[in-house]
């Protein structure tokens, strides 16, 4: 009886909680069903079962409309280059720290993929922490802003930093992971050095141990570069190493 009237008093109290009292409301994140891809969403086993199951939570297909509207002006920019057709938008689940299943897009190039999928599908197998997968579009597609949030994409129509060139995110074709803690880094003749996100200083370090980092051992590395990516890790200056491209 005290036990019932416990559990009662615990439901109600979580009712009245999550009923909106002053237009805030507690929906727990794991429990309902998901109807939509909701990327930066986590999800339970029986909600990805209630979807279709895990190989219908990874794929690429043609763009969503409503993805589609949400790219225009911010990574998709009318050009000559790169339209709609070229492009995939990737599903993808991706495990965190947190032991929780995460849910994750991103839009890359046709020709990219299937490769894409098939190891964004490997790093989930092995519980490859991936901290957050959402399209920039979430950060007006402002590349600094979404490396601070240690965001993981692909597909951005824009130049490469401080230069005049498409960057191979413009055409989809290179993905950054877990960008914080894999900071793009380069020493100027001068000495000066350009950190990117500029919040990334203690992650330049790589002889330092701590949570997210890409080298030659780790999984993502591994996976891209037996897939035909080149490592940004690898290269001499700039060193970019949460970037991998397709030659
Ligand atoms: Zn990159």
Redesign the pocket.
């Known amino acids: 009886m005290l036990r019932w009237l416990l559990t009662a008093t615990l439901a109600c109290s979580f009712i009245v909680s999550a009923s909106c009292h002053d237009g805030v409301t507690a929906t727990p994140p794991d429990t309902t069903p998901l109807n939509y891809w909701q990327a930066g969403k986590t999800v339970s086993a029986q909600a990805i079962a209630a979807y279709g199951g895990l190989d219908k939570c990874f794929a690429a297909e043609p763009i969503p409309d409503g993805v589609w509207q949400r790219m225009q002006g911010k990574t998709y920019k009318e050009n000559p280059y790169i339209g709609c057709d070229d492009l995939r938008h990737v599903r993808a689940l991706h495990w965190d720290y947190d032991k929780q299943i995460h849910i994750g897009e991103m839009i890359c190039h046709k020709q990219i993929a299937d490769r894409v999928v098939r190891i964004l599908r490997q790093l989930f197998d092995a519980k490859y922490p991936i901290q957050r997968m959402l399209l920039p579009d979430v950060y007006d597609a402002d590349d600094e802003r979404q490396m601070r949030a240690n965001n993981t994409s692909c597909f951005c129509y824009r130049t490469v930093a401080g230069s005049k060139h498409l ?3 413009a055409r989809g074709l ?3 992971i877990n960008t914080l803690y894999n900071p ?1 880094y380069k020493v100027r003749k001068n000495g000066t050095r350009i950190i990117r996100p500029a919040t990334a200083k203690p992650y330049c370090n790589r002889d330092k141990d701590f949570p997210y980092k890409i080298d030659h051992d780790d999984l993502c590395y591994r996976l891209f570069t037996e897939a035909g990516f080149l490592w ?1 890790g690898d290269w001499k200056s700039p060193k ?1 190493y ?2 991998f ?1 397709t030659p």
């Open positions: 960057s191979k995110h290179a993905i950054d793009y940004g970019d949460q970037h491209e």
